[in-house]
């Protein structure tokens, strides 16, 4: 407190983190698109070591109708990491065509005794795999025959990596209260960091409340109106940094090979070279911006009898320089065959591919939300509504346009596009210091990618999407509830958007008891208190609390899929093969339960 008028706040924080991490085997793993994963854990024997420091600076400064904020924040970061990842390698087995075999694994021909082409899902390509290899088959029968990995890929070189960064932030802001029942807050803060060649990041800040009804003699009101408009930046992570120091092809290299004829084997690094492998590079754009949002916001607040209030508001955003990655040295169109080894044209030759992290995406969203809250003596009661449209091009840097060199139906459904959300949870204290915690959260399916599960582009990715088939007798055309999709689109077809497909809802019903004990002796002044006075136990404060409570998260075990598999060569396309799961009451995160129950402690002194 440097005056009545001027605080002054610093921090100066420093904190250290690390991680260890090893894999139970080191055999290599296999993916079966939409199906399931199994072998080894690809993490090898990795760590990571974090240095992290903060300095802050922050100021508040109130004269006449004016209050001041100005400050300045300064971040630094460090990272020493390890991370042999996927030294063991990966076999990915997709769907496609394959002939169809009878009771004897013999190809089933038609009147002209060729193969009958059928289309497999990756299950079926793994199945026959291991079935043709016990009876015996050379490694180009089970090929002919259907089976076979689709891909593998595998990562060599040096694990260890460094890398730091430097980001800082100042701001300047101003809440002037024009007169007792309206407010206008002026602001502007300039962000910038190190690792990309941004320096331009100003983002602008502009608020109002309007107090309707309000004035000097009688300066509340029941009604809140408020507006305001700001530019939010996010800063590029380190450990996009740390990717691209990693996979430059000289720290670590990584190969990726179309139709291995060696599984279960793991070739040497040396012989991928004359096996026709891909190498892999990944970079971080030259022109990359720190992407931001440009929100609008806008709503109205009223409080309405037994102490009710209810707030209804609108919100904007509109997303510039959102990142996404592309593959600059893809196949040109039209010079790639997924049947034929080797064949592509590159525009920078046979070099691989690169992987270029770059912000030319694009967010959009419109939101309305609708919040009440009302409370009595020992309950409270909220609940809230949203209505959300949400579409974009890219849901983060995991994002690669299908088609590398058309982007037609890219902007779609983001990710965030859960169109609606339903909040109820309430508070209830008791006269035996038990409080019950009900919450209640329903929401609307979100999107989800549809793809044809093999790399039909030579991307090495596996993200193409199908096609709306116009002849319904081509083969490998799959009827789903979205219509026939076709997993080889031709130039004529017009190919599905980018999170085509919906999931379905989500129902969940929380309960948290807590049981709280005030323990210990009484202090002095109540113990003489109690003999002269009959004053309620839970009035005299003790030196030790403890609290006893169980937190249940989905107590009534309603089925809540996780992640919708989009493959549509999966035998589980349209579903999920594993739970929501999802955060827990203790900070506990993950994906193997329905219903979880917690027991907590906590002891206070």
């Given at each position: 407190?440097?005056?009545?008028?001027?605080?002054?706040?610093?921090?100066?924080?420093?904190?250290?983190?690390?991680?260890e991490?090893?894999?139970?085997?080191?055999?290599?793993a296999?993916?079966?698109?939409g199906?399931?994963?199994?072998?080894?854990?690809?993490?090898?024997?990795?760590?990571?070591?974090?240095?992290?420091?903060?300095?802050q600076d922050?100021?508040?400064l109130?004269?006449?109708a004016?209050?001041?904020r100005?400050g300045?924040r300064?971040?630094?970061?460090i990272?020493?990491?390890?991370s042999?990842?996927?030294?063991?390698?990966?076999?990915?087995?997709?769907?496609?065509?394959?002939?169809?075999?009878?009771?004897?694994?013999?190809p089933?021909?038609?009147a002209s005794?060729?193969?009958?082409?059928?289309?497999?899902?990756?299950?079926e390509?793994y199945?026959r795999?291991l079935?043709?290899?016990?009876?015996?088959?050379?490694v180009?029968?089970?090929?002919?025959?259907?089976?076979?990995?689709?891909?593998?890929s595998v990562?060599?070189g040096n694990?260890?990596?460094?890398a730091?960064?430097?980001?800082t932030?100042?701001?300047?802001?101003?809440?002037?209260?024009?007169?007792?029942?309206?407010?206008?807050?002026?602001?502007?803060r300039?962000?910038t960091?190190?690792?990309?060649?941004?320096w331009r990041d100003?983002?602008?800040?502009?608020?109002?409340?309007?107090a309707?009804?309000?004035s000097?003699?009688?300066?509340r009101?029941k009604?809140v109106?408020?507006?305001?408009?700001?530019?939010f930046?996010?800063r590029?992570?380190l450990?996009?940094t740390l990717?691209?120091?990693r996979?430059?092809?000289?720290?670590?290299?990584?190969?990726?090979?179309t139709?291995?004829?060696?599984?279960?084997?793991i070739p040497s690094?040396?012989s991928?070279?004359?096996?026709?492998?891909?190498?892999?590079?990944q970079?971080?754009?030259?022109d990359?911006?720190?992407?931001?949002?440009?929100?609008?916001?806008?709503?109205?607040?009223r409080?309405?009898?037994?102490?009710?209030?209810v707030a209804i508001t609108y919100?904007?955003?509109?997303?510039?320089?959102?990142?996404?990655s592309?593959?600059l040295?893809a196949?040109?169109?039209?010079?790639?065959?997924?049947n034929?080894?080797?064949?592509?044209i590159?525009?920078?030759?046979?070099?691989?591919?690169?992987?270029?992290?770059?912000?030319?995406?694009?967010?959009?969203?419109?939101q309305?939300?609708?919040?009440v809250?009302?409370?009595a003596?020992n309950?409270s009661?909220?609940g809230?509504y949203?209505?959300n449209?949400?579409?974009?091009?890219?849901?983060?840097?995991?994002?690669?346009p299908?088609?590398?060199?058309?982007?037609?139906?890219?902007y779609?459904?983001?990710?965030?596009?859960?169109r609606?959300?339903?909040?109820?949870?309430?508070?209830?204290?008791?006269?035996?210091n038990?409080?019950?915690?009900?919450?209640?959260?329903?929401?609307?399916g979100?999107?989800?990618d549809?793809?044809?599960?093999?790399?039909?582009y030579?991307?090495t990715?596996f993200?193409?999407?199908?096609?709306i088939?116009t002849d319904?007798?081509?083969p490998?055309v799959?009827?789903?509830?979205y219509?026939l999709l076709?997993?080889n689109?031709?130039?004529?077809?017009?190919?599905?958007?980018?999170n085509?497909?919906?999931?379905?809802?989500t129902?969940?019903?929380?309960?948290?008891v807590?049981?709280?004990l005030?323990?210990?002796?009484?202090?002095?002044?109540?113990?003489?208190?109690g003999?002269?006075?009959?004053?309620?136990e839970?009035?005299?404060k003790?030196?030790?609390?403890l609290?006893?409570?169980?937190?249940?998260?989905?107590?009534?075990?309603h089925?809540?899929?996780?992640?919708?598999?989009?493959?549509?060569?999966?035998?589980?396309?349209?579903h999920?093969?594993?739970?929501a799961?999802?955060?827990?009451?203790?900070?506990?995160s993950?994906?193997?339960?329905?219903?979880?129950?917690?027991?907590?402690?906590r002891?206070?002194f």
């Amino acid at each position: 407190m440097l005056s009545e008028r001027l605080v002054n706040y610093n921090l100066l924080q420093f904190f250290r983190s690390g991680n260890e991490r090893t894999a139970n085997t080191l055999s290599p793993a296999i993916q079966v698109l939409g199906s399931f994963n199994g072998g080894g854990a690809q993490v090898g024997r990795s760590s990571d070591l974090q240095n992290n420091y903060e300095f802050q600076d922050y100021m508040t400064l109130i004269r006449a109708a004016h209050t001041w904020r100005f400050g300045v924040r300064l971040r630094g970061q460090i990272d020493d990491n390890v991370s042999p990842q996927n030294f063991g390698g990966t076999f990915t087995f997709g769907g496609g065509i394959a002939p169809a075999l009878d009771a004897n694994s013999n190809p089933v021909l038609d009147a002209s005794d060729q193969p009958i082409l059928v289309p497999i899902t990756s299950i079926e390509r793994y199945r026959r795999t291991l079935f043709l290899e016990r009876l015996g088959f050379s490694v180009s029968q089970i090929r002919s025959l259907g089976g076979g990995a689709t891909q593998f890929s595998v990562s060599a070189g040096n694990p260890s990596v460094s890398a730091n960064q430097w980001d800082t932030g100042a701001f300047i802001g101003d809440d002037w209260k024009v007169r007792s029942s309206l407010t206008l807050t002026l602001g502007l803060r300039y962000e910038t960091q190190t690792n990309i060649h941004d320096w331009r990041d100003f983002a602008p800040r502009l608020g109002v409340a309007w107090a309707p009804g309000g004035s000097g003699s009688n300066p509340r009101s029941k009604t809140v109106v408020r507006a305001g408009f700001g530019a939010f930046y996010d800063r590029f992570g380190l450990g996009n940094t740390l990717n691209a120091l990693r996979y430059n092809g000289a720290v670590q290299q990584q190969f990726v090979l179309t139709d291995p004829d060696f599984f279960p084997s793991i070739p040497s690094i040396s012989s991928l070279t004359d096996l026709q492998s891909t190498q892999i590079r990944q970079q971080v754009s030259p022109d990359l911006h720190a992407p931001y949002i440009l929100q609008s916001a806008a709503g109205i607040e009223r409080q309405l009898p037994f102490n009710t209030t209810v707030a209804i508001t609108y919100t904007n955003s509109h997303g510039l320089h959102t990142l996404r990655s592309r593959d600059l040295n893809a196949p040109l169109p039209g010079t790639y065959d997924p049947n034929i080894t080797g064949s592509g044209i590159f525009p920078l030759g046979a070099i691989g591919a690169l992987f270029v992290m770059e912000s030319s995406g694009l967010y959009n969203q419109n939101q309305l939300t609708v919040n009440v809250n009302t409370k009595a003596r020992n309950v409270s009661l909220a609940g809230s509504y949203s209505l959300n449209l949400a579409m974009s091009n890219t849901d983060g840097l995991g994002t690669f346009p299908a088609n590398p060199y058309r982007f037609v139906g890219e902007y779609g459904p983001a990710s965030t596009d859960v169109r609606h959300r339903v909040s109820l949870g309430a508070s209830m204290d008791t006269k035996w210091n038990v409080a019950f915690s009900p919450l209640v959260n329903v929401t609307s399916g979100p999107p989800f990618d549809i793809t044809v599960g093999r790399d039909i582009y030579g991307t090495t990715l596996f993200n193409g999407r199908p096609g709306i088939a116009t002849d319904r007798t081509k083969p490998g055309v799959v009827k789903t509830v979205y219509g026939l999709l076709d997993p080889n689109p031709t130039p004529d077809e017009r190919i599905v958007h980018r999170n085509y497909g919906r999931g379905p809802g989500t129902v969940s019903l929380n309960l948290r008891v807590a049981k709280t004990l005030s323990i210990g002796p009484r202090p002095a002044q109540a113990a003489q208190r109690g003999s002269r006075s009959s004053s309620r136990e839970s009035d005299v404060k003790r030196p030790y609390t403890l609290r006893i409570s169980m937190e249940t998260q989905n107590i009534l075990n309603h089925t809540n899929p996780g992640p919708i598999i989009g493959n549509i060569t999966s035998p589980l396309f349209g579903h999920a093969n594993q739970p929501a799961g999802g955060g827990g009451f203790g900070g506990f995160s993950e994906a193997a339960n329905n219903r979880r129950l917690e027991l907590q402690t906590r002891f206070t002194f």
